[in-house]
C-alpha cells in the first residue's frame, strides 16, 4: 500500500481551496462578532460520558474512541461541537441571562454521514443560550441565511420540521419503545415500505400508527403542510404543539419563503428538543446549515437551559462554490540590500503580496497572478507592470 493514501473519506485541502475556507472562516466569525457573540474553542477531545450527553445514538456511532493513555478512562474525538459548547456554558461560563457563543473548529466522524460526505469537517457554528421565546430562534435563522449570503450563496432556501411531530408518534405506541432511531431513519429516507413492515416486525403495533408514519412520510412542501398534518395526523397534544411551533415561527418570518419536511430528522443527534431548520441551494447534493432548539441538553452538565443554534461546514460550503479566484501579486528579486528588505517590508505592510524569487529555482505559483514586479530604477526600488 502506498504510503501517501489517506484513509476513505478523508482528504487533503490543496492551496487555493485552502486559502478560500480560511478566508470563509474569518468572514463568518466577523460576522457574528457584529451580533454578538463570543468566541469559544473546545479540546478536539473529551471523556466519551461528557462528549455525548444529551445526544442520541447517531452521534455515539460517529464518534472516534480511543483510550486517554493518562487516565485510562475512554474518550472520543468529537463528531459535533454543539454539546461541547452547552457544557461551556452551563459548567464553565455559568452565566445568568442570555449567552451568544460561535466557534469554528475541525470534528471527527467514524463513518461519513453519506456516500458523498467526507470524515473531517471544519464546524463552524453559533449558538444562544437562556432564552426561550422563539426570538433567539429568528436570530439564529436570520444569521444563518446571513452567514450563505455572504459566502455568496444564491437563492437558498429554507426548511422547516420539528422532531416533536414524530415522536408524539412513536412515544403514543409501546410497540415501539427503543426503536425510535430505526423509525427516524425510515421516516428521513421516506422509505414506506419499511414503515409498513414495521407492522410485522412489531406484533403489537397498532395499525393507526403505521399508517400516521407512512402518512407522514409524504407531509412535505410548502407552508401549507402544516395545516394538511392537523387533518391527516392524529390528535396527540404533543403533536399538535409541536405544529403550533412551526406555525408561529413562519408567522413570526414574514417575507421568508420556506417548504416543510415533517419527515425529515436530519442528523440533529437526537438532542434537538423544538423547531429545526435546514438550508438547501443549488450546488449542493445535502442541506448547507442544519439547526434547531435543543432545549436541555446542559442539564448533563449541572443546569438545563433554553437553546438554539446552527451549524456548518466550511469545506463543504467551499467545495460547492465557483472556483477561487487567484490573489494578484508582485515579483521581486532575492538579495539582502538594506533598501530592498525596507521596500519589501513597505509593501508586505501595506497588504501586498510580494514573492521573492529565490537564486536558480523556478517557481509555479497556482494560487497566485504575478502582474507586477520590483526592479531598481535609478538607484529607487519601483513597482512597475508586468
Known amino acids: 500500500m502506498s504510503t501517501w493514501l489517506l484513509p476513505e473519506s478523508l482528504a487533503d485541502i490543496l492551496p487555493a481551496e485552502a486559502r478560500r475556507i480560511e478566508e470563509l472562516r474569518r468572514s463568518l466569525l466577523d460576522l457574528y462578532r457584529t451580533y454578538g457573540f463570543e468566541l469559544v474553542a473546545p479540546p478536539l477531545i473529551e471523556y466519551l460520558d461528557s462528549l455525548l450527553s444529551g445526544t442520541g445514538g447517531d452521534l455515539n456511532l460517529r464518534t472516534c474512541k480511543l483510550v486517554d493513555q493518562l487516565s485510562g478512562r475512554t474518550v472520543g474525538v468529537r463528531a459535533d461541537m454543539t454539546p461541547q459548547v452547552s457544557r461551556i456554558d452551563a459548567h464553565l461560563l455559568n452565566r445568568a441571562g442570555v449567552t451568544r457563543l460561535c466557534y469554528c473548529g475541525s470534528v471527527l466522524h467514524a463513518r461519513p454521514a453519506g456516500l458523498l460526505s467526507d470524515r473531517e469537517l471544519l464546524q463552524i457554528g453559533a449558538e444562544i443560550f437562556g432564552h426561550a421565546g422563539f426570538e433567539a430562534d429568528i436570530e439564529i435563522i436570520e444569521l444563518a441565511l446571513a452567514s450563505v449570503r455572504r459566502a455568496g450563496v444564491a437563492q437558498a432556501r429554507l426548511d422547516l420540521n420539528h422532531p416533536g411531530v414524530p415522536r408524539a408518534i412513536v412515544d403514543s405506541d409501546a ?58 395526523l392524529p390528535a396527540l397534544p404533543a403533536l399538535h404543539r409541536a405544529l403550533d411551533d412551526l406555525q408561529a415561527l413562519v408567522a413570526a418570518l414574514p417575507g421568508h419563503e420556506f417548504s416543510v419536511d415533517l419527515a425529515d430528522m436530519g442528523s440533529g443527534y437526537g438532542y434537538h428538543s423544538g423547531v429545526v431548520f435546514s438550508i438547501y441551494a443549488q450546488g449542493w447534493h445535502d442541506a448547507l446549515v442544519r439547526g434547531g432548539r435543543y432545549d436541555g441538553v446542559g442539564k448533563a452538565f449541572g443546569r438545563a437551559r433554553p437553546a438554539t443554534g446552527f451549524s456548518l461546514d466550511l469545506r463543504k460550503l467551499s467545495g460547492g462554490l465557483p472556483p477561487a479566484g487567484k490573489a494578484q501579486a508582485i515579483r521581486a528579486p532575492w538579495g539582502a540590500d538594506a533598501d530592498l528588505v525596507a521596500a519589501l517590508r513597505r509593501l508586505r505592510d501595506e497588504g501586498e503580496i510580494v514573492i521573492q524569487m529565490l537564486p536558480g529555482q523556478p517557481q509555479r505559483l497556482d494560487e497566485f497572478t504575478v502582474d507586477r514586479e520590483l526592479v531598481l530604477d535609478d538607484g529607487t526600488w519601483k513597482v512597475r507592470a508586468i
Request: no cysteine; net charge neutral; glycine share 8%.
Open 175 to 232: 410497540a415501539l419503545a427503543g426503536a425510535s432511531e430505526e423509525v427516524y431513519d425510515l421516516l428521513s429516507t421516506k422509505d414506506v415500505p419499511g414503515l409498513r413492515a414495521l407492522q410485522a416486525r412489531y406484533p403489537g403495533l397498532r395499525p393507526e400508527t403505521t399508517e400516521a408514519l407512512t402518512a407522514l412520510a409524504s407531509l412535505y412542501g410548502g407552508t401549507e403542510t402544516i395545516a394538511r398534518a392537523r387533518r391527516v
